[in-house]
T-cell receptor, first 117, second 108 residues
């Protein structure tokens, strides 16, 4: 079955611009989480969506936002880009909400490499 | 807020040596997951531990979950060049938070 698809794979933007990243989860998965990966910082949690509702949010400024559609596809938006936003943005899909006792395996996409110049 | 720390950040070993990475959470976890990210790739799920004191093995890899469900470890016996990559632990409470990862380099 098809994996998690993220588009675009690479993006170059100028400071002050905004950007929208897209994530199509594995068919049947209802949870989508977003992570920012930078060297030395590991995977920093941005937010998680489940059934079109934001379930959790990380410690990122309000410039980072997201949404999930009825088909579970998700988009992440970053407004007023800063140089420090340059990173690999990874989306992960799960059958259900990643929190809680059961825990569901997260399947990661290849990521979108965002460069802000 | 919930934090997950991982040590060491980097380890270089000779092929055949053992390797261990440790994961510590600031809060009690409902479960812990381990992922491996090859250079240039994306994280791939290895295993999930749920029970206090749980130990699981996958060939040369041994995973442990602490009694207090706040720490975990991954031990690789007799490393091979194919083990190269970054190993992340993910601690779950109401969300899945990852540690900073341990980059493993294996010299042939």
């Amino acid at each position: 079955k098809a994996g998690v698809t993220q588009t675009p794979r690479y993006l170059i933007k100028t400071r002050g611009q905004q950007v929208t990243l897209s994530c199509s989860p594995i068919s049947g998965h209802r949870s989508v989480s977003w992570y920012q990966q930078t060297p030395g910082q590991g995977l920093q949690f941005l937010f998680e969506y489940f059934s079109e509702t934001q379930r959790n949010k990380g410690n990122f400024p309000g410039r980072f936002s997201g949404r999930q559609f009825s088909n579970s596809r998700s988009e992440m938006n970053v407004s007023t880009l800063e140089l420090g936003d340059s990173a690999l943005y990874l989306c992960a899909s799960s059958l259900s909400w990643t929190g809680g006792a059961l825990g569901f395996e997260a399947f990661f996409g290849q990521g979108t490499r965002l460069t802000v110049v | 807020g919930q934090q997950v720390m991982q040590i060491p950040q980097y380890q270089h070993v000779q092929e055949g040596e053992d390797f261990t990475t440790y994961c510590n959470s600031s809060t009690t976890l409902s479960n812990i997951q381990w992922y491996k990210q090859r250079p240039g790739g994306h994280p791939v799920f290895l295993i999930q531990l749920v029970k206090s004191g749980e130990v699981k093995k996958q060939k040369r890899l041994t995973f442990q979950f602490g009694e207090a469900k706040k720490n975990s470890s991954l031990h690789i016996t007799a490393t091979q060049t194919t083990d190269v990559g970054t190993y992340f632990c993910g601690g779950a409470t109401n969300k899945l938070i990852f540690g900073t990862g341990t980059l493993l380099a294996v010299q042939p």
